[in-house]
């Protein structure tokens, strides 16, 4: 049984676009990166899982519970929401003392260990907290019961480098642990860092589901070459080439597929200079994002 499995699943608001038949699993111990632009739908997606609204058609299962009618499926995942709002009276342990009374264990424990490595004062009110240091609560909330599915949308808005760098160890240690993790971005860099797969969406659509290594190491080659005059569009397009850009005499592209091919078209271009490089996700990305717009 996977951890999440979205079944076609769709959600219309009105007339409006949300997510059109959205279909993917994450499996147990998986760290599962959903990736796209604004308006994309990866809220759409999260607000479904988390049973906060209800798909138009498909199905949502987590642990193969239905979200919208096991509500109770919830107590088993932590959810790091992209902005926490809270009620300011509260002292910070009250709040997250009140979180933890919804589950049936003592997590005062994992409260401090948290609060600690977050460095976040358990006593100050959250009425004098910045931006950041609220996020910082979100995190300690989200995790505090030590959930076996971590959420996270779009997770490291508002913290500085160095606690970006802390939130991410802790998250590994978490799927270490066991948790599994689905973690909406459109940070390229961090789903590369923290993810064994990625999907992509766009315009409410999965377009590309794969895994990070095979998308980095084994599928793409970054091509540039330099000429001895002006290099032809026309010399370059074939299957497998993408992302063309041609400036004065130099010309890259993105390659997938048989580097024999290439090679031979390349071979009839008179070249005075030649690299192929991995490209890194930013590019693989736009390869997929640019095609059919
Ligand atoms: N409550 C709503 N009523 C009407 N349309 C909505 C509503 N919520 C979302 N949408 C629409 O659904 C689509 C997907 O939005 P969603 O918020 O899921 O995208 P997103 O990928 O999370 O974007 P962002 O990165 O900007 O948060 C958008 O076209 C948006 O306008």
Redesign the pocket.
């Known amino acids: 049984m996977s951890v999440i499995e979205l079944k076609a699943l769709t959600k219309t608001?009105?007339n409006?676009?949300?997510?059109t038949d959205v279909n993917l699993k994450v499996e147990h111990g998986e760290v599962f990166g959903f990736i796209?632009?604004?308006?994309?739908?990866?809220?759409?997606?999260i607000?479904t899982l988390l049973g906060l609204v209800h798909a138009t058609s498909g199905s949502a299962t987590i642990f193969g519970k239905s979200c919208s009618e096991h509500p109770e499926i919830r107590k088993e995942l932590g959810y790091l929401p992209?902005e926490v709002f809270y009620y300011d009276g509260m002292r910070v342990i009250d709040l997250l003392k009140y979180s933890a009374s919804f589950y049936k264990k003592d997590c005062m424990k994992r409260i401090k260990e948290l609060s600690e490595m977050m460095d976040l004062d358990l006593k100050k009110k959250i009425d004098d907290l910045s931006f950041g240091n609220k996020k910082k609560v979100g995190i300690v909330q989200g995790l505090l019961h030590e959930p076996k599915l971590i959420i996270l949308d779009?997770p490291t808005s508002g913290l500085d480098p160095l606690m970006q760098q802390k939130f991410f160890e802790l998250i590994a240690q978490e799927n270490q642990k066991g948790a599994a993790v689905f973690f909406?971005s459109?940070i390229l860099s961090e789903v590369q860092k923290m993810c064994d797969r990625v999907a992509f969406?766009k315009d409410?659509r999965i377009i590309k589901q794969e895994k990070i290594s095979d998308l980095q190491e084994n599928s793409y080659k970054k091509i540039s070459l330099e000429a001895k005059s002006g290099i032809a569009k026309a010399a370059l397009e074939m299957d497998g080439v993408s992302n063309i850009e041609l400036k004065g005499n130099t010309a890259s592209f993105i390659f997938r597929g048989n580097i024999n091919a290439i090679m031979r078209r390349v071979a009839e271009i008179e070249l005075t200079n030649i690299t192929i490089a991995e490209p890194d996700l930013e590019e693989i990305f736009m390869h997929y994002y640019m095609k059919g717009d």
Request: aromatic share 4%; proline share 4%.
């Open positions: 608001y009105g409006a676009r949300g997510i796209g632009p604004n308006g994309a739908g990866k809220s759409t997606t607000r992209s779009e909406s459109h969406i409410g």
